[in-house]
Every structure is written in C-alpha cells, then in structure tokens.
C-alpha cells in the first residue's frame, strides 16, 4: 500500500496498485510509464523524497521467488475502464529507456473515431457502449444486428522470435502479463458480438484467454496450427446473439502435396441469430495466411482452400449461400493480386511473378512466375476455389453404365485441359469494410506497425446486400442466389503511420499487440 498522502496523487484520484505496475518500477518512477486503470487525463504520479525516503522501492518489487516474466492470473475487475481509443505516447529521460527507433516521439493522445455509414444509426446505434437503442428498428423481427471485431493479438511466442521487429519498445510493455489485461480491456470495451482472434497462444488461450472471454457471455472456438508454433486461429461469438450451427476448422498443411509443407490454418463457423428465425444463418471465417512475402503460391493456395471450405459450409439445402463474413490477417496488401481477387471473384495469374502475389515483396529479381495450375489436382479443389468430386467417384459410375475405355479417356483429356488455366474463380460478392485511404488526402491507412514496417494486412470481408449485387457475368456455374444481404452500418477508424509513431507505434503501452483491431457493425436483411 502507498502512504496514505500519495493516495491523492493523480487529481485527487486513488491510482490502484495491481500486478502490472511491477514492470514498471526498473527505473524512476517519474518516468514510469502508464498502467491498466489511469485515465487518460490523469498526470504521470512523481515520487520525490518529499513523499518517501531515497531508497524506498515498492514492496511488490522484493517479494520472494518472482521472477520479471512471472505469468499472472488476471482478472478483469483488477483494472478500471478506460477509453480504449487513445493511444498515449511517453517521453522517454532515461538511457536504459531509449530505443531504437530514431523517430521522434512526441507527447499527445490518439483517438479512433466511429465511422457511420448509414444515416438512422449516428443518433440511433447502440455501440461501443452508447445505451441508446434503434426505437424506429427493435420490433422488426426481419432485421438483425451485430458486430464483429478481427484482432491479431500477437502471440508472446512469435514476439520474442522475433524481437529484433520490437526494438523501438520499452522491455516492460512486451511482457505477456502486461500485455494481456490491454488486450482483454481493449475486447471488453467493444463489446463485439463476434471476435475473430489471430496468433492466439495455445496455452493462453486455454488458462487465461477462453476463461475470461466465457466469463463475458461468449462461446470459443479454436483451431491451433498443425506445426511446432502454438499459436491458432479463434472465433468467439455472444450466447446471447447466436447458436452454433457447425465448427469446420481448415488445416493447409497436407503431407501428401510438396507445395502445402506451411501450418497456418483457419476456421469456419456456420452460426443462426437467435429469436430470428426468419432470418439466414451468418457464415464466419477466420484465417491467417503465410507472412513469407517470396510464396505467393503458397498464400493463393491457401486462400482457395479457405474458400473451398465457405463454400462448402455456406451453401444451404435449399441450393442457396447464406451471407458470408471472411476476417483474418491476410499478409497481402491493398490492391495486390491476392487482395483483387477477393474483392472481384477473378484472377489471371499468368506471368504473374511469386513475391508479387501479395504486394509485400518490392523487387522483382529472382522471381520465378507461378505455375499453371498452382496446385496439384490431387488437392480436390477446382480453379474456381471450391471442392471437386473425387475423379474415383467419377470413373465408379461411369463402370456402372458399361462405358467403353475410348469413352472414358475422352473426358479425361477435357478435364486435364480445363486445368490448366491460368484464370482463379469464386463466387462470392465481397466487398472490405475498410477504404484503406484517408478519404481527403489519400494516405494510406495501416493496420500493423512495428520497427521494420507499417502497412495494411488485417481485413474484414463480407457479403454485400442484396440490392448491392449485381447479376454477375462469370462463367456458368459461378452465380448463386444470395440468402437476404449483410449492410455496412459503421466502423472504427484506422490510422496513419504517421500517427502511430507519435505514440512509438506498436505494441505500446495502451495497445499490447503489434496489430490494431478492426471493427465493424453490419446489418442482417431478408
């Protein structure tokens, strides 16, 4: 406990004293750095020998056997709701404290702004908190609400394997026992009614993670990836919104096919609003694809897959596709290959070089240019990215109405020339609920932001309304009849480079992961 007189510290505010303050007293406490449960107008509390003696420390610091990465049991009621839009830089005045970075760091508050994009909903959408309710909407049962949040939350493992991406931060703002109570803060206060959660630790999502998530009223599924890194893929939606029709997690690593040798996996879930039950089911994806910026064969094969999957899942027994929701880091780039093609249901990907699939990779020399096909037929999934029948269960039936040899090879020649086109299909209307450019001046906006680079991987992609789709013009066989339409209501601002190096990018003391999280809140039409 603090003397009695530094309790009003703080503009007459009592700062609690929890776990994470430990990872903050290695140096003076005047340039400690801020703690879950400050607001962000509270001044930084400055301990002078008017309030302590020189050589008082905090008790917490000396007791027995901790160690400086002790793992914590965290609870959410052990730190006080803050605003989860303000990302506040420091002012570093010791040696051990500088970092890497040679960007000037700059004292001042980030916020992320809501974004509407329907007009009833700026003065009548319950969000974020905001208890005003949509009167004009609430009794029409063919309508229904939600919202949905992506968030990379950055895997302690892949952290520091890769610490040389962390340089420009401060030691104490990486460990896990500070990071996670950020990050738990940061899902509480958008209470999204559906999370998509990327680099999701095996052992952290099972002791700390899916045991508080539950506790906030959500339902977990998980699928972790096939390699030695124990990280996976997570949706997570509220009991109170939905029912699980069906979990379908997607692995790319097959034994058998060279080209698929990466464990990145995904997840598809196939959910029905509740007390709607005239109202479609949702289909929700979520993925992480291949970083390595030099395989996009790799990354359109895994995409494929993914697709392969939806497609599967979302098709009903009626012959219709119920409205589709695709979250997941992407490591690809706006208007690259690999992102155009989700938007626009077409690629040709002749003469296309490898590293320029996803946007990532700048130089062009020593590419090799993608083979046609990418992958092999034993992979079952056709160019327009969903499964095949089996070519056993083809040549079984065609022995059942005693077709001659010369017949059967006949069909087979067609199938292999049809393969070999350079040209991928799907059949899904998708649109991203980002623009991924301010609207004025253009700058991009970025979702990720580390010592090494800040740019756009992390997406939200859905289904567009039903007024909004066009008949399309693909080939036979690529329309489907839509079930009702998913409708953009709003999102949560992105920001510039520039302005998370203000506040020394990313993670930081507010905001634990190396990633933003991406917002979005739809609505569910017949």
């Known amino acids: 406990m603090l003397p009695y007189h530094l309790q009003s510290l703080g503009r007459d505010r009592i700062t609690p ?40 420390r905090p008790p917490c610091l000396f007791l027995p056997n901790r160690s400086q990465f002790q ?59 905001d208890k005003h309710v949509d009167q004009k909407y609430k009794d029409e049962k063919e309508k229904f609400e939600f919202s949905v949040m992506s968030y990379n ?75 030695r890194k124990p990280d996976g893929c997570a949706i997570c939606f509220k009991c109170s919104k939905f029912t699980l029709l069906s979990a379908n997690p997607v692995e790319f690593y097959r034994r058998d096919i060279p080209l698929l040798d990466r464990d990145n996996v995904g997840l598809v879930l196939l959910l029905q609003p509740k007390f709607h039950c005239t109202v ?92 046609i096909p990418i992958w092999p037929p034993s992979l079952g999934i056709s160019q327009n990215c969903v499964y095949e029948i089996p070519q056993v269960t083809r040549v079984e039936k065609a022995e059942e109405i005693d077709v001659t040899q010369e017949h059967l090879e006949k069909p087979e020649v067609l199938v292999a020339a049809k393969k070999l086109s350079s040209n991928l299909h799907h059949h899904f209307s998708l649109s991203s609920v980002y623009s991924h450019y301010l609207p004025n001046t253009g700058i991009p906006e970025v979702t990720t932001c580390h010592s090494k680079n800040a740019v756009t991987v992390d997406y939200i992609f859905y289904s567009t309304e039903k007024e909004a789709i066009n008949t399309q013009q693909g080939k036979k066989g690529t329309e489907v009849a839509l079930v009702g339409g998913l409708k953009l209501l709003g999102r949560l601002s992105l920001l510039t480079e520039e302005d998370l190096w203000t506040v020394n990018g990313l993670p930081n003391e507010n905001n634990s992961s190396d990633h933003l999280p991406l917002l979005a809140k739809f609505r569910l039409e017949l």
Not at 96 to 113: E, L
Not at 304 to 310: F, G, T
């Open 71 to 129: 793992h914590w049991n965290w609870r959410p009621d052990n730190f006080a709701h803050t605003s989860l839009f303000h990302l506040s830089s420091y002012i570093m005045d010791s040696e051990g404290d500088k970092t890497s970075s040679k960007r000037q760091k700059t004292q001042g508050v980030i916020k992320r702004h809501w974004e509407y994009l329907c007009h009833h909903n700026k003065e009548n959408m319950k969000i974020l908190g």
């Open 280 to 371: 479609s089911p949702i289909c929700v994806a979520n993925t992480h694809l291949l970083y390595n910026p030099r395989r996009g064969d790799i990354k359109l094969t895994q995409l494929a897959m993914l697709l392969a999957e939806i497609s599967s899942v979302a098709h009903q027994k009626d012959g219709t596709v119920c409205p589709i929701i695709i979250c997941g880091d992407f490591n690809s780039v706006p208007g690259s290959p690999l992102y155009s093609f989700i938007k626009e249901g077409k690629l040709n990907y002749e003469g296309l070089a490898i590293g320029k699939v996803s946007g990532q990779e700048q130089s062009p020399r020593g590419q090799r240019i993608l083979s």
């Open 17 to 56: 004293w929890d776990f994470s303050q430990r990872f903050c007293w290695n140096r003076h406490i005047s340039s400690c750095m801020r703690w879950p449960g400050n607001y962000s107008w509270a001044p930084y509390p400055y301990l002078s020998s008017q309030h302590c003696q020189l050589n008082w």
């Open 153 to 227: 939350i950055l895997s302690q493992d892949l952290l520091e394997d890769n610490s040389y991406l962390y340089r420009h931060c401060r030691k104490p703002v990486l460990i896990w026992g500070f990071r996670f109570p950020n990050i738990l803060r940061e899902i509480k206060h958008m209470d999204a009614d559906i999370l998509c959660l990327q680099e999701v630790q095996e052992d952290h999502y099972r002791k700390e993670i899916k045991p508080n998530l539950e506790s906030l009223g959500y339902h977990c599924e998980y699928k972790m990836r096939t390699g």
